[in-house]
């Protein structure tokens, strides 16, 4: 951990002294949460979500990002149940199955009115700044979440 900080540390120091963005790629959300303003989640190559890191971790909008963040431990609360991890295997990137590359693995799936295995979900705008990859209707999407996931969180 002391040398995950300190490598954190020098990619802050030269982000300010050459005054560039840096594009990080990583599973570890807490560094995400830690040291990133914008993020793009992807899964089977492609972008899911992209939000402002804040949004991302308050009001996440596409089933794979709720997966990741049940799976993440929690620091800032006393968990009592055991980590959730998000259920399949991922997609072979040679053969992604048509649709939304996460409908095998989808526990949501059946609040969409399309077919998730069949037409590819397009990215669009959720909320201002918020982008998600989904079938389910973003007002849906933000009911599950609210009555199914986050209190899980």
């Known amino acids: 951990m002391t040398v995950q900080a300190q490598i954190l540390d020098l990619m802050r120091d030269l982000q300010a002294e050459f005054g ?7 599973h570890d959300l807490g560094v ?15 972008c899911v979500e ?26 800032d609360r006393v968990k009592l149940e ?6 399949g295997n991922p997609p072979s990137l040679i053969n992604v199955p048509p649709g939304c590359a996460f409908n095998p693995r989808c526990a949501f799936k059946e609040f969409s009115p399309r077919p998730c295995n069949v037409d590819e979900p397009q990215l669009l705008e959720s909320y201002p700044k918020h982008d998600s990859r989904c ?15 986050a209190p899980k969180l």
Request: no cysteine.
């Open 135 to 149: 079938h389910i209707p973003v007002p849906k999407r933000a009911e599950v979440f609210a009555e199914r996931v």
């Open 50 to 75: 992209y939000a402002e890191v804040d949004d991302l971790f308050h009001q996440p909008d596409h089933p794979y990002t709720w997966g990741l963040l049940s799976s993440m431990p929690r620091l």
């Open 20 to 26: 560039s963005a840096i594009i990080m790629i990583t």
């Open 32 to 46: 995400v949460a830690e040291i990133a303003n914008d993020v793009l989640v992807m899964y089977g190559g492609r």
């Open 82 to 87: 055991r980590l959730v991890p998000v259920a």
